[in-house]
């Protein structure tokens, strides 16, 4: 018996088949199908389609499917308009004290989500009455809590986009049109101050605070029972404190030129103070609701856990409303932060905000180089890395206050009397100081993009390298001709040139570690060529700390030259000469490439003892994946570049047994210990070292330690191995994030 399906299409007629094997057009007449789908439906299996003959496989590629809410957008599986949802009493106006708390905790959680990257209208702007805030002016709390929300909101949009780090996440600042600058949102704190000092008073006459003359006076409380109002009014004390802290903090950190630095570190540490009294609030209100284990079931939106401190759904919320506002394409599934990572969050968040307050504004290139490396290490958001570029950098200036020609005079140690305006206009400094400006955002992005940008920023630094000949005369003999050493500070110019290449070059090969790009066949190759950059980086690191101290020395001749003794001088300058190999940062790059030496040797003596396997592919060589890797570096004169054969001829190591190239490892990593000790002593002698980076330095010599000490154990545990016992090595990176740690097991 024929099929439904068969039957129709048996009966159909050229003029009215449903199929055509033309593509559909503006002309195209279109014809109602109800009969034949209802029939297709009923015969059609699993997995089967019918499509005409115009129905090809790229448009299947780009089809939707209808009737998914995961896919089409044009679904109905909500309120379809804000006025549709007010209408059906989805966003009541008079709330009782619970559901006001459960508003205030979910609108925090949603902006927490959208600090992660997420759509403004399917976090904060799914909150029915941040869309309708002049409906919301009845309710005094909620109508002051929702327009903070909206200014604090605003204020974070437009730092992000104005430091242009939203490419890195481009919903972030999408508004599809939604009320984001509302009118007056400036003047936002006047409300909130009012409803804030109501609540006080509240909460000063429950603890019978209140002196006698105002003991008549009535108050309105915020719920029924006595017994609860003291809790609910520090319940209610905290998020609005925590709520104003905040946006004075956003306030002071956009001030230009880091003036709002003080104000902003003060704000911070209140709104940290008001977090904890709302973390420990949370016990109360879960102990005042009894059903605390109601979920969303909302099919758009996924919870992670409960986004209230009671644990109840918080209503007045709806993230199909602003469906139609986003853009043509399947709405995204996205996860509400849970209440106790919105407290994480915000907690961390605060706490890396007070990292950027608490930046010197004076200190050098090197230093504040490491400071941005270092502050990375604490994984900040967009949000934060967003301020921290906004200080930076703000008219082209550094912390908006100190041209970048006169940085670059500080960072090159240059003397006063060059400081005019042909320096200030040199092709020199206007690129060098461009490419200063462009490392130092590129260093506030995240690790993927840092490193997709600074490998242009590399490119661009050896370029300038290359037109060095040009340079010379074009702005070494004009800008420096009124020097008598003028050819010793020509030699400055071109080792700072090739330092910051080499920094650049360092940072790019580490950040592989840290994204997990290298495989661990690759591990040798790579601490092999990073050994060498930092063999480079210290060659002209030296020759400017001589460059400074030669200026140093100059001075302290001068002023010794009128004394008659002259063993206060020799001590001077030999104390001089003992700092040039003594600076925390110097020696840091000295305790790196000791651990590059050991893991290299460490390394390839393994691969020749066979105790360590990597698998192979079939689709590249070893040689093939070398050039991959330093490709980059090849197209850059600094530093030199190496080839594949240099690196199996350096690792080679065919007049050595073995064992003496696990001795050789050994050493490595003795000196690393070493250098470590010096390390330590370096730092706590360092009177204006950034905290920020003594607390990592002090982390970083631990997780060092602790690489050296582990590997010097594998090592003797190998050295001591008799040809027949077979062992396996491994390696991993659980004590530091860039120098791995050998793993020994039987095989």
């Given at each position: 018996m024929a099929s439904p399906v068969a039957e129709i299409l048996q009966t159909s007629t050229p003029s009215n088949r449903p199929f055509s094997s033309q593509a559909a057009g503006d002309q195209t007449v279109w014809a109602d199908a109800s009969c034949f789908l209802s029939a297709v439906c009923n015969d059609l299996e699993v997995g089967e389609l019918v499509h005409g003959e115009n129905f090809s496989m790229f448009e299947a590629m780009s089809a939707l499917e209808i009737m998914d809410p995961k896919m089409d957008a044009a679904m109905s599986t909500g309120f379809n308009t804000v006025e549709e949802a007010v209408e059906s009493g989805a966003a009541p106006i008079h709330l009782n004290i619970l559901q006001l708390v459960d508003v205030m905790d979910h609108l925090l959680a949603c902006e927490a989500t959208w600090h992660r990257g997420h759509y403004l209208a399917q976090t904060v702007f799914s909150c029915l009455y941040l869309l309708k805030l002049d409906r919301a002016a009845p309710n005094a709390l909620l109508h002051a809590y929702c327009?903070?929300?909206?200014?604090?909101?605003?204020?974070?949009?437009?730092?992000?986009?104005?430091?242009?780090?939203?490419?890195?996440?481009d919903l972030f600042t999408f508004a599809f049109?939604?009320?984001?600058?509302?009118?007056?949102?400036?003047?936002?704190?006047?409300?909130?101050?009012?409803?804030?000092?109501?609540?006080?008073?509240?909460?000063?006459?429950?603890?019978?605070?209140?002196?006698?003359?105002?003991?008549?006076?009535?108050?309105?409380?915020?719920?029924?029972?006595?017994?609860?109002?003291?809790?609910?009014?520090?319940?209610?004390?905290?998020?609005?404190?925590f709520r104003k802290a905040l946006y004075h903090s956003v306030s002071y950190l956009n001030k230009p030129q880091g003036r709002g630095l003080e104000m902003a570190h003060k704000h911070i540490a209140m709104a940290l103070s008001e977090l904890s009294a709302i973390r420990e609030s949370s016990k109360f209100l879960s102990s005042?609701?009894?059903?605390?284990?109601?979920?969303?079931?909302?099919?758009?939106?996924?919870?992670?856990?409960?986004?209230?401190?009671?644990?109840?759904?918080?209503?007045?919320?709806?993230?199909?409303?602003?469906?139609?506002?986003?853009?043509?394409?399947?709405?995204?599934?996205?996860?509400?932060?849970?209440?106790?990572?919105?407290?994480?969050?915000?907690?961390k968040l605060l706490q890396d905000l007070d990292h950027i307050c608490s930046l010197p504004l004076n200190l050098s290139l090197e230093e504040l180089l490491q400071v941005i490396v270092d502050f990375q290490k604490c994984h900040p958001d967009l949000v934060v890395r967003s301020f921290l570029q906004m200080l930076l950098v703000q008219d082209g200036k550094?912390?908006?206050?100190?041209?970048?020609?006169?940085?670059?005079?500080?960072?090159?140690?240059?003397?006063?009397?060059?400081?005019?305006?042909?320096?200030?206009?040199?092709?020199?400094?206007?690129?060098?100081?461009?490419?200063?400006?462009?490392?130092?955002?590129?260093?506030?992005t995240n690790m993927a993009w840092q490193r997709r940008k600074l490998g242009k920023i590399l490119l661009e630094w050896g370029s300038l390298l290359q037109q060095m000949e040009m340079i010379h005369d074009n702005f070494l003999h004009k800008t420096l001709s009124s020097l008598n050493d003028k050819d010793w500070w020509e030699n400055v110019i071109i080792a700072w040139a090739a330092e910051q290449t080499c920094?650049?070059?360092?940072?790019?090969?580490?950040?592989?570690?840290?994204?997990?790009?290298?495989?661990?066949?690759?591990?040798?190759?790579?601490?092999?060529?990073?050994?060498?950059?930092?063999?480079?980086?210290?060659?002209?690191?030296?020759?400017?700390?001589?460059?400074?101290?030669?200026?140093?020395?100059?001075?302290?001749?001068?002023?010794?030259?009128?004394k008659k003794k002259g063993k206060k001088k020799k001590g001077t300058m030999k104390a001089l000469e003992k700092e040039i190999h003594s600076t925390p940062?110097?020696?840091?790059?000295?305790?790196?490439?000791?651990?590059?030496?050991?893991?290299?040797?460490?390394?390839?003596?393994?691969?020749?003892?066979?105790?360590?396997?990597?698998?192979?592919?079939?689709?590249?060589?070893?040689?093939?994946?070398?050039?991959?890797?330093f490709e980059l570096f090849h197209k850059v004169?600094?530093?030199?570049?190496?080839?594949?054969?240099?690196?199996?001829?350096?690792?080679?190591?065919?007049?050595?047994?073995?064992?003496?190239?696990?001795?050789?490892?050994?050493?490595?990593f003795m000196d690393l210990q070493q250098h470590l000790q010096e390390l330590t002593h370096s730092i706590s002698k360092a009177a204006n070292f950034p905290a920020i980076s003594r607390?990592?330095?002090?982390?970083?010599?631990?997780?060092?330690?602790?690489?050296?000490?582990?590997?010097?154990?594998?090592?003797?545990?190998?050295?001591?191995?008799?040809?027949?016992?077979?062992?396996?090595?491994?390696?991993?990176?659980?004590?530091?994030?860039?120098?791995?740690v050998a793993s020994i097991k039987k095989s």
């Open positions: 327009k903070t929300t909206r200014a604090t909101c605003s204020l974070i949009r437009a730092v992000v986009f104005a430091v242009h780090t939203n490419e890195e996440e049109g939604l009320p984001i600058d509302g009118e007056g949102d400036i003047k936002c704190l006047s409300g909130l101050n009012l409803v804030e000092e109501v609540v006080a008073r509240q909460l000063r006459g429950c603890k019978g605070v209140i002196a006698k003359k105002k003991v008549a006076e009535e108050i309105e409380s915020l719920q029924e029972d006595p017994t609860l109002e003291e809790g609910y009014c520090q319940a209610i004390l905290s998020r609005l404190r005042c609701c009894p059903n605390n284990c109601c979920k969303d079931t909302d099919n758009q939106l996924e919870v992670n856990g409960p986004t209230t401190a009671s644990g109840q759904r918080a209503i007045g919320f709806d993230t199909s409303v602003n469906k139609r506002l986003s853009a043509p394409a399947p709405p995204r599934s996205i996860k509400i932060y849970s209440w106790k990572e919105t407290l994480d969050y915000f907690e550094l912390f908006g206050r100190e041209p970048v020609s006169d940085f670059l005079r500080r960072a090159l140690s240059l003397p006063q009397t060059v400081v005019n305006k042909e320096f200030e206009t040199d092709s020199f400094v206007v690129k060098s100081g461009q490419l200063l400006l462009h490392l130092l955002r590129a260093l506030c920094w650049i070059a360092m940072h790019l090969l580490i950040l592989g570690f840290e994204l997990e790009l290298y495989a661990p066949s690759e591990f040798c190759m790579v601490y092999w060529y990073l050994d060498h950059v930092l063999l480079t980086l210290l060659h002209y690191k030296h020759l400017q700390e001589k460059t400074f101290d030669h200026e140093q020395l100059k001075s302290v001749e001068a002023v010794d030259s009128t940062i110097m020696l840091l790059i000295q305790c790196y490439a000791d651990s590059c030496k050991g893991l290299s040797w460490m390394l390839s003596a393994l691969t020749a003892d066979r105790k360590v396997t990597y698998r192979q592919t079939i689709f590249n060589k070893e040689e093939e994946r070398f050039l991959q890797r004169p600094v530093p030199q570049p190496l080839s594949y054969f240099q690196f199996k001829e350096s690792t080679a190591h065919k007049k050595l047994t073995i064992k003496d190239q696990y001795q050789w490892a050994n050493y490595y607390a990592h330095r002090v982390l970083e010599i631990r997780q060092l330690e602790q690489v050296a000490l582990r590997n010097r154990i594998a090592l003797q545990i190998l050295d001591c191995a008799g040809p027949g016992d077979s062992l396996k090595v491994s390696f991993e990176f659980s004590q530091h994030p860039y120098f791995a």
